[in-house]
């Protein structure tokens, strides 16, 4: 089992390494977006350190979720993923070693660039490091969730705007912790509970949406 | 081995086929006819598990395929219209990785011999974009050299092929045959193997 888990992760590292521009299309869009807010609404440091924490983390769900689209859709359109399904492994270790692999290319990349963007936001260091603490829990949620809705619109027309219709709402809470850590911390409550909520999500995640997703792929390939 | 009992499948709103029956066993070669649309994609497809019959039963030594689950796999290859070759991998790369995922041993070895018979050891280590279509049909093809399995499931294997290769195949299907393994495949093309051993059945007629 765990020579599929590595295999698959191998195999997807390879191809990201061969198609980078990808994966820092994504990355780009997370620095850009970020970068945006300060532009937009002035140097004005409280109502930034303020807003700094939730723009972050709205930006990196965003950026996630447009890098959803790449996570089945090619591997369905020359046939490896039919050839992957047909594989004696199980397909939920198949799936798990391809949603690790999208988060090591596109959310791991967020969460190192995180606090580099938060130095425009006039956050602590204390701040900086829980902002970092909430994306490292969080985004391996964004992409386990992800999966199931790229799944689904497996091979759908405009499958991209429905994934966003469908994945977004998912991701709320993981949104309101993960904000919600770093404004605790800023106001002396402690990050402690937000963080350790996001655990609580992301564990149940873990066990439970790559056979969700496994189940979408089978029903997408009928 | 295998068999099939008053299998249906439903396209669409369409039925393709209905109370289609017939068992195969060691040794044996399918060729499924018709003209297109008539189903025999929808029929490969579902001999693979990949899609649910509307009704009846695919079973495999005695089980149906449904509840068999990763243990069919394990004795089933399949190549479909897809080559399912990765355009940014090597020749090499492609072959390694589905062995692995196959689970077989000493995948590096198997996948150079396969490579090797199937004539491709000069694109071994080329990306799958550069190959032409019939090198990447025969790279799809060359999966089947990777782990051994009983029954292979082929859909049009002969497309995009040239005649020495197509004849390559027919020798690689004959020993496959002859070492106790069976296969079903659909084609176009007049390729025969030896006669005796191969049965015909035809959709839509």
Redesign the interface.
């Given at each position: 089992m765990l020579?599929?888990l590595w295999?698959?992760v191998?195999?997807d590292l390879?191809?990201a390494m061969?198609?980078r521009a990808d994966v820092l299309t994504t990355l780009f869009f997370f620095v850009i977006v970020v970068s945006l807010f300060p532009l937009g609404v002035g140097p004005e440091m409280n109502t930034l350190r303020l807003m700094g924490p939730g723009v972050v983390w709205v930006a990196a769900l965003l950026a996630s979720m447009l890098s959803l689209g790449r996570l089945f859709s090619a591997d369905y359109?020359?046939?490896?993923l039919?050839?992957?399904?047909?594989?004696?492994?199980?397909l939920a270790v198949?799936v798990l070693g391809k949603v690790l692999s999208h988060w090591l290319v596109s959310g791991v990349p967020l969460v190192l660039m995180a606090p580099l963007l938060g130095v425009q936001y006039g956050l602590s260091a204390q701040a900086l490091g829980v902002l970092v603490v909430s994306l490292l829990l969080g985004t391996p949620v964004l992409s386990l969730v992800g999966a199931v809705g790229a799944a689904l619109t497996l091979g759908l027309r405009g499958g991209g705007v429905l994934v966003s219709l469908l994945v977004l709402p998912l991701y709320i809470p993981v949104l309101i912790f993960g904000a919600g850590s770093v404004e605790a911390s800023v106001t002396g409550l402690g990050a402690q509970a937000h963080l350790s909520l996001l655990g609580a999500i992301l564990v149940p995640a873990l066990v439970f949406t790559p056979w969700a997703t496994g189940w979408a792929l089978r029903i997408s390939?009928? | 081995m295998m068999e099939v009992v008053d299998l249906v499948c439903v396209r669409g709103e369409r039925r393709l086929f209905q109370d289609l029956s017939f068992s195969q066993a060691v040794g044996e070669l399918l060729y499924v006819h018709g003209p297109n649309g008539s189903g025999k994609t929808t029929l490969l497809r579902t001999l693979?598990?990949?899609?649910?019959p509307e009704a009846g039963e695919i079973r495999w030594r005695g089980e149906n395929i449904r509840r068999l689950g990763?243990?069919y796999?394990?004795e089933?290859?399949?190549v479909?219209?897809?080559?399912?070759?990765?355009?940014?991998?090597t020749a090499f790369?492609n072959l390694r990785?589905?062995a692995?995922?196959?689970?077989a041993d000493d995948c590096d070895e198997r996948a150079v011999a396969a490579l090797q018979r199937l004539e491709l050891s000069a694109c071994a280590e080329l990306?799958g974009k550069v190959l032409s279509q019939g090198q990447k049909r025969r790279v799809a093809l060359a999966?089947l050299l990777v782990a051994p399995r009983t029954l292979w499931i082929m859909d049009e294997p002969f497309n995009a092929l040239d005649v020495k290769a197509v004849a390559t195949i027919q020798d690689i299907l004959i020993e496959h045959l002859d070492n106790g393994g069976m296969a079903i495949l659909t084609t176009h093309q007049e390729v025969e193997i030896t006669a005796d051993r191969a049965r015909h059945i035809r959709l839509g007629a």
């Amino acid at each position: 089992m765990l020579t599929a888990l590595w295999w698959v992760v191998v195999r997807d590292l390879t191809l990201a390494m061969r198609r980078r521009a990808d994966v820092l299309t994504t990355l780009f869009f997370f620095v850009i977006v970020v970068s945006l807010f300060p532009l937009g609404v002035g140097p004005e440091m409280n109502t930034l350190r303020l807003m700094g924490p939730g723009v972050v983390w709205v930006a990196a769900l965003l950026a996630s979720m447009l890098s959803l689209g790449r996570l089945f859709s090619a591997d369905y359109i020359d046939g490896s993923l039919e050839q992957m399904i047909l594989t004696p492994r199980p397909l939920a270790v198949l799936v798990l070693g391809k949603v690790l692999s999208h988060w090591l290319v596109s959310g791991v990349p967020l969460v190192l660039m995180a606090p580099l963007l938060g130095v425009q936001y006039g956050l602590s260091a204390q701040a900086l490091g829980v902002l970092v603490v909430s994306l490292l829990l969080g985004t391996p949620v964004l992409s386990l969730v992800g999966a199931v809705g790229a799944a689904l619109t497996l091979g759908l027309r405009g499958g991209g705007v429905l994934v966003s219709l469908l994945v977004l709402p998912l991701y709320i809470p993981v949104l309101i912790f993960g904000a919600g850590s770093v404004e605790a911390s800023v106001t002396g409550l402690g990050a402690q509970a937000h963080l350790s909520l996001l655990g609580a999500i992301l564990v149940p995640a873990l066990v439970f949406t790559p056979w969700a997703t496994g189940w979408a792929l089978r029903i997408s390939m009928e | 081995m295998m068999e099939v009992v008053d299998l249906v499948c439903v396209r669409g709103e369409r039925r393709l086929f209905q109370d289609l029956s017939f068992s195969q066993a060691v040794g044996e070669l399918l060729y499924v006819h018709g003209p297109n649309g008539s189903g025999k994609t929808t029929l490969l497809r579902t001999l693979c598990g990949l899609m649910l019959p509307e009704a009846g039963e695919i079973r495999w030594r005695g089980e149906n395929i449904r509840r068999l689950g990763e243990d069919y796999h394990r004795e089933m290859a399949y190549v479909g219209h897809l080559n399912g070759v990765k355009d940014e991998l090597t020749a090499f790369e492609n072959l390694r990785v589905m062995a692995q995922l196959a689970g077989a041993d000493d995948c590096d070895e198997r996948a150079v011999a396969a490579l090797q018979r199937l004539e491709l050891s000069a694109c071994a280590e080329l990306p799958g974009k550069v190959l032409s279509q019939g090198q990447k049909r025969r790279v799809a093809l060359a999966r089947l050299l990777v782990a051994p399995r009983t029954l292979w499931i082929m859909d049009e294997p002969f497309n995009a092929l040239d005649v020495k290769a197509v004849a390559t195949i027919q020798d690689i299907l004959i020993e496959h045959l002859d070492n106790g393994g069976m296969a079903i495949l659909t084609t176009h093309q007049e390729v025969e193997i030896t006669a005796d051993r191969a049965r015909h059945i035809r959709l839509g007629a």
